[in-house]
């Protein structure tokens, strides 16, 4: 990045957050529309040319006081959006998945964080649960049912049809692992399950399924090779047979039709291509550049 004359871009190479990007709050006729109430949590965001659904996205969270968009260098609009919507916008280069949403719940103002990603859209049963949530207990902790989407089409079944994500917790007792991709939050105690659910708009067709599959191969052989972890070739064909056959015959990815089957076979590739790299002696490359490469909209959690 040229960065020569440009204080700001200077600042955003350094991985310095920049702060005080939005200076003017949204109206409190705004807030009244997005919500009833109002709790003392901040809603984080990490973003990367997220401004697709981040409108909607940062509209289903108005029940939290503060929310938090922390920015890798978005170009399609994003932080203006953020802005508008009345959302405090910072600036991170991307450390990675875990690194980076534990920097946003970092510069949280509550200890009480509600973490999405730029593509899911909380429903208002699961805004008004947490409306009526007791928040004495630091140690509490709730999951969400994800409602995955590849473009307009829910996927019912398959390897999504039960996926429940862990989203509001207290810092003081929770935290992201620091892992480069396949992020989660490490929490003291097992989470509850919150009513509602999540809109996950990760996929904008099964092209871009499929792609994203490819794109993170690298990091998971990174993370596979800095582990030290051992595989074998006669075992990859019997490992993306059996990833095909439990997605798409006994997860029941069959009933989603021709999706189920990218589905599928996006989980083939998310099984054994990671294997392959690091058995073709790929996998210490794709480790020394993971701390370059820009983070894309998120992809499905394995």
Request: proline residues 5%.
């Amino acid at each position: 990045m040229n960065t020569s004359g440009n204080p700001a871009a200077a600042d955003f190479s350094a991985g310095r957050s920049l702060v005080g990007r939005c200076v003017e709050p949204s109206s409190s006729g705004q807030t009244d529309r997005l919500s009833a109430c109002t709790r003392p949590i901040t809603a984080v965001i990490i973003t990367l040319n997220g401004a697709t659904h981040l409108g909607r996205v940062l509209e289903s969270v108005g029940l939290c006081s503060e929310r938090l968009v922390l920015d890798s260098g978005s170009t399609d609009g994003t932080v203006a959006l953020a802005c508008a919507a009345g959302a405090r916008v910072e600036q991170q280069a991307f450390l990675g998945y875990g690194l980076q949403k534990q920097h946003a719940v970092q510069l949280a103002t509550h200890d009480w964080i509600l973490s999405l990603d730029d593509d899911e859209v909380l429903d208002p049963e699961a805004s008004d649960a947490i409306c009526r949530l007791d928040l004495s207990d630091p140690l509490a902790c709730w999951s969400i049912r994800r409602r995955t989407f590849i473009g307009a089409r829910e996927m019912r079944h398959g390897p999504w049809k039960n996926d429940c994500v862990l989203r509001l917790f207290n810092r003081q007792t929770a935290a992201f692992k620091p892992l480069m991709v396949h992020e989660q939050v490490q929490p003291q105690r097992p989470p509850q399950l919150l009513p509602g659910s999540v809109a996950h708009y990760s996929y904008d067709n099964c092209c871009d399924l499929l792609a994203r599959a490819l794109r993170y191969a690298p990091l998971k052989a990174g993370l596979m090779h800095a582990k030290r972890q051992r595989v074998h070739t006669w075992m990859l064909p019997l490992r993306g047979l059996a990833t095909f056959v439990r997605c798409y015959y006994l997860q029941g990815g069959w009933r989603d039709g021709a999706a189920g089957f990218a589905v599928a076979l996006s989980r083939v590739i998310d099984a054994t291509l990671p294997r392959t790299m690091l058995l073709l002696g790929e996998a210490d490359e794709a480790t020394k550049s993971s701390a370059d490469q820009r983070h894309e909209k998120h992809a499905s959690r394995k």
